[in-house]
């Protein structure tokens, strides 16, 4: 499984991006995927994944402002997020977990001024 994460970059508090992975091998529909960020100084967290099929979970912090979406033809995992806040700089990462197995690709770095 190969996981190619893109459309990090810099934006003004309020602006919108819209993160991009593509996904090559696993099982697409069934494996749980999704987005964790990394702000320096912390620990991975989770942003929003689906839970298999078309489950999602988000974290409370980006309930309403983030939005997790896949392409079934293009295997591609899509988030989007408006309304971003200082808080949301952070190196995004995105995840596929097959079974007992965990991938992860390279992050993408979002950072948000103030």
């Known amino acids: 499984v190969q996981l190619q994460a893109s459309g990090g970059g810099l934006v003004q508090t309020g602006g919108s991006l819209r993160l991009s992975c593509a996904v090559s091998?696993?099982?697409?529909?069934?494996?749980?995927m999704g987005w964790f960020r990394q702000a320096p100084g912390k620990q991975r967290e989770l942003v929003a994944r689906?839970?298999?099929?078309?489950?999602?979970e988000y974290a409370d912090s980006v309930k309403g402002r983030f939005t997790i979406s896949k392409d079934y033809a293009k295997n591609t995992v899509f988030l989007e997020m408006n309304n971003l806040q200082p808080d949301d700089t952070a190196v995004y990462y995105c995840?596929?977990?097959?079974?007992?197995?965990?991938?992860w690709g390279k992050g993408t770095l979002v950072t948000v001024s103030s």
């Open positions: 091998g696993g099982i697409f529909n069934l494996n749980a």
């Open positions: 995840n596929e977990v097959a079974g007992i197995l965990s991938y």
């Open positions: 689906f839970l298999g099929g078309d489950h999602t």
